[in-house]
């Protein structure tokens, strides 16, 4: 089984996955937008 410090990585890493996806999202969101925007205009 993983040590300490193993699963100290693993966290903070796994934090850092969630970031860039929650981020990613909100950027694919305000991309999609912009582009149905553009489409409607």
């Given amino acids: ?3 300490q410090s193993d ?3 693993h ?3 796994y934090n850092s996955v969630m ?3 929650k981020w990613g ?3 694919c969101a305000i ?3 912009a ?4 489409i409607a205009s």
């Fill in 11 to 13: 966290v903070s890493t």
């Fill in 25 to 27: 999202t909100v950027a």
């Fill in 19 to 21: 970031a860039f996806l």
């Fill in 31 to 33: 991309v999609a937008a």
């Fill in 7 to 9: 699963m100290k990585a």
């Fill in 35 to 38: 582009v149905v925007w553009i």
């Fill in 1 to 3: 089984m993983a040590d």
